[in-house]
C-alpha cells in the first residue's frame, strides 16, 4: 500500500512534469469564429503543424434538411463532402509561438485553396490570411467564449 509521503512525491512530480507542457501550449489552438460569425473553427496540433475543422455551423443544413456539402469544390470527387467537420486549415510550420506561416486555407464558399499565414493579435484575436500568388486578403477571428 502506498503511503501519503510516496503518493504526495509522486503527485509533485507529476505536477512538475506536466507544468511545461501546459504552459507549452501555443495561442492559435482553440476555436475561432469566421469572420462572418457563422461558424467555429477547432485549431488542434496536427504533428508537427496545426489543422483546423469547421466544428459547428449556424446553419448545418439546407433548406430541405439535408447537410451541406462542398459542391464548390473544384475536384468532383470531394463534392459530396460535409461542410461541418471539413477540415479547411493545414501544412503550416510554426515560425515562433502564436505565428504560423507556409500553410493552407481552404475556402468552402468557392472552392479554392488558398497559401496562407496566420498570427495571434495583440488583442488575442487571430489575423488569418489567405494568398493567391502576390494578392493577399486578410480576415480576423475572435475566439469562441465557452
Known sequence: MMKLKDFLLASAAVAVLAAPAAAQIDPVIGKWWNVK?????????????????????????????????????????????????????????????GVWDDGEIYNPEDGNTYSSNMAIQENGNLAVEGCVLFLCREQVWEPVKE
Open 37 to 97: 460569425k457563422t461558424a467555429h473553427i477547432e485549431i488542434a496540433p496536427c504533428g508537427d503543424s496545426v489543422c483546423g475543422n469547421i466544428v459547428w455551423m449556424q446553419e448545418p443544413n439546407n433548406a430541405d434538411g439535408t447537410p451541406k456539402r462542398d459542391v464548390n469544390n473544384d475536384d468532383e470527387t470531394l463534392r459530396d463532402r460535409t461542410i461541418q467537420g471539413l477540415q479547411i486549415i493545414g501544412g503550416f510550420e510554426k515560425e515562433a509561438p
